[in-house]
């Protein structure tokens, strides 16, 4: 079985290459380790690629990397897809950071990336921008949640972490509450991508940067329910939506719940069903129109 460890990073697709990758390293404060005309490969000051920005007619995320067990054969990962009816096909070298990956499509039509093992592409931290330690997790809107949700456990090792009501999925592949998220509407898009910043005072010095810089925050400062991480959000000049957040909850995978926070309202916490409002809030401001605007 293909037991997935992490997610690793996220292919962007733009019209304007150059708007974004401008985006990314003076806001984000990424770096970029790998250029040609048509495509930027961006990585955070600890050397792990987080995002690939490849040129083309519209916006949107057409690849997403995920780690197995390092030391995996990605061999016998094509062996264990192949038992499930999915081709694959190993890819070498195809970023500075990634010796080899197995690639296949996904039900919703996005190329996933297996990878075993990487390597660091910087040692030098970035000057400016808000430096995010990780992509955190990323989320989509698709019409049946149910059959992708299906896709990712049965396939890929993913574990349910918890459901709002019975339209949105967030799934586990590590102690992190969720890396993917599902949630039903008409159309297969990307809904937001996150990135994990260090604690609460780094949320507030995000807030100040993106104030100074003029770039609005469309729903937060505030603590979901569902995963309780400290949030914002704004938009990327390519109008998607972009989640900075800390605290999110930690599974102790042997015991079966959530480590103990003093912000949780069960305890222990553990995987379940939540209402809408409550998931969506422990405290905070309600999404604004500009957060929503998008959604059907």
Same mark, same amino acid.
């Given at each position: ?8 990073? =996220?292919?962007?697709? #733009?019209?304007?290459? @150059? ?9 984000? @404060?990424? !770096?970029?380790?790998? !250029? &040609? ?14 995002? *690939?920005? $490849?040129? @083309?007619?519209?916006? @949107?995320?057409?690849?997403? %990397?995920?780690?197995? #067990?390092?030391?995996?054969? +990605? ?6 897809? /192949? ?8 890819? *070498?070298?195809? %970023?500075?950071?990634?010796? =080899?990956?197995? *690639?296949? &499509?996904?039900?919703?039509? &996005?190329?996933?990336?297996?990878? %075993? ?36 456990? !049965?396939? +890929?090792?993913? /574990? ?23 949630? !039903?509407?008409?159309?297969?898009? $990307?809904?937001?991508? =996150?990135?994990? $910043? ?36 704004? /938009? ?7 989640? +900075? ?9 042997? $015991? ?36 929503? /605007?998008?959604?059907?």
């Amino acid at each position: 079985m293909i037991q997935v460890k992490r997610i690793g990073h =996220a292919t962007l697709q #733009t019209p304007d290459i @150059g708007r974004l990758v401008d985006y990314y390293t003076t806001i984000l @404060g990424f !770096r970029v380790v790998a !250029r &040609t005309e048509g495509q930027a490969i961006l990585a955070t000051g600890f050397g792990q690629e987080v995002v *690939t920005l $490849l040129r @083309g007619e519209t916006a @949107g995320c057409i690849r997403l %990397s995920m780690q197995l #067990t390092p030391g995996s054969d +990605l061999g016998e990962a094509a062996v264990a897809l /192949r038992a499930h009816g999915i081709d694959s096909q190993i890819e *070498t070298d195809p %970023s500075p950071g990634l010796p =080899a990956v197995l *690639t296949f &499509t996904d039900p919703k039509g &996005t190329v996933i990336e297996l990878f %075993s093992d990487w390597k660091s592409t910087t040692t030098v931290p970035a000057e400016g921008g808000i430096n995010p330690l990780k992509f955190g997790h990323v989320a989509f809107t698709v019409p049946d949640v149910q059959r992708i949700v299906d896709f990712y456990v !049965r396939v +890929l090792g993913f /574990r349910v972490s918890d459901w709002m009501e019975d339209f949105f999925a967030f799934l586990r592949c590590g102690p992190d509450h969720h890396a993917v998220n599902f949630v !039903r509407t008409p159309k297969t898009t $990307l809904h937001h991508m =996150a990135f994990e $910043l260090r604690d609460f005072a780094h949320v507030q010095t995000a807030c100040d940067f993106l104030g100074v810089r003029d770039v609005p925050i469309i729903w937060g400062p505030g603590r979901h329910g569902i995963g309780h991480n400290v949030f914002i959000y704004h /938009r990327n000049p390519d109008d998607q939506i972009i989640e +900075l957040y800390t605290q999110i909850d930690l599974m102790n995978e042997e $015991l079966g719940y959530f480590e103990p926070r003093p912000w949780h309202k069960d305890v222990p916490q553990r995987p379940k069903v939540w209402d809408r409002k409550s998931a969506m809030l422990t405290w905070g401001p309600p999404p604004t129109p500009e957060y929503l /605007r998008s959604r059907e």
